[in-house]
């Protein structure tokens, strides 16, 4: 992270063409996959509203549900209620959306959440435009929720109100991920070279893997 810190240092001489890319975390590209469904926002000036978190969620969960055989099987006659596994899809791309939309810096940049499955996971990956001003505090919530045991950090942040971590904004919902629904979370960072006008930037992806196991 420090490394993304400097690249984006006015002080260095970083050219407008290069790129950069950095991953922490269980990011990892999948290979191999069984089904893929993806949604693009792109607001093109106009903001993005909150209401179009649940929504995606509830899409993605549906998708999975439909096209699941197992998920398939276990809902009742009258097509109402979800597995565990697709309510747990359900909050972790709500959450991890809502914070995309929450933190999206470059308003004509698109926001995007993407379900992957492979043949024993299923991957969420929400990308974001983010800004360089707040990869100080992102990269200090990233080493607090992947340093700690998820448990001890959950209860020690529980002990004190949260308070901590909730200043970090999304640290509470990423922390929820990993502790209640046993996900895996993974960051990757690109520094965009700018393109036509528009300013470089950086944008942030990320990724959360729940076993299928």
């Known amino acids: 992270m420090t490394e993304l810190l400097e690249k984006t240092a006015p002080s260095l001489a970083v050219?407008?063409?290069?790129?950069?890319?950095?991953?922490?975390?269980?990011y990892e590209a999948a290979t191999r996959i069984v089904q893929q469904v993806g949604l693009?926002?792109?607001?093109?000036?106009?903001?993005?509203?909150?209401?179009?978190?649940s929504l995606?969620?509830?899409?993605?969960?549906?998708?999975?549900?439909?096209t699941h055989p197992q998920a398939e099987?276990?809902?009742?006659?009258?097509g109402e209620?979800?597995?565990?596994?697709?309510?747990?899809?359900?909050?972790?791309?709500?959450e991890l959306l809502e914070n995309a939309v929450k933190f999206h810096y470059n308003k004509f940049f698109p926001v995007s959440l993407t379900l992957q499955?492979?043949?024993?996971?299923?991957?969420l990956l929400v990308s974001n435009s983010l800004n360089p001003a707040s990869l100080p505090h992102f990269q200090a919530?990233?080493?607090?929720?992947?340093?700690?045991d998820p448990a001890e950090l959950f209860l020690r942040h529980l002990e004190s109100g949260l308070d901590s971590l909730a200043e970090t904004s999304s640290g509470l919902g990423l922390l929820t991920i990993r502790h209640d629904y046993?996900?895996?979370?993974?960051?990757k960072f690109d520094l965009m070279p700018a393109l036509l006008g528009v300013p470089r930037q950086i944008t942030v992806t990320t990724l959360a893997r729940l076993s299928l196991g």
Do not use: H, M
């Not at 693009?40 to 978190?53: C, I, M, V």
């Not at 995606?56 to 439909?66: D, L, P, R």
């Not at 099987?73 to 009258?78: C, F, G, L």
């Not at 046993?182 to 960051?187: C, D, F, T, V």
């Open 141 to 148: 919530l990233i080493e607090e929720i992947l340093s700690c």
């Open 117 to 123: 499955q492979t043949e024993n996971e299923l991957l």
């Open 73 to 78: 099987a276990s809902r009742p006659a009258d």
């Open 40 to 53: 693009t926002f792109q607001p093109y000036g106009a903001s993005l509203k909150w209401g179009l978190s």
């Open 81 to 94: 209620g979800q597995t565990e596994l697709c309510a747990s899809l359900n909050y972790i791309a709500n």
């Open 182 to 187: 046993g996900a895996r979370l993974g960051w």
């Open 56 to 66: 995606a969620a509830n899409f993605v969960a549906g998708y999975y549900a439909t």
């Open 15 to 26: 050219g407008p063409s290069d790129s950069f890319s950095q991953c922490f975390g269980d």
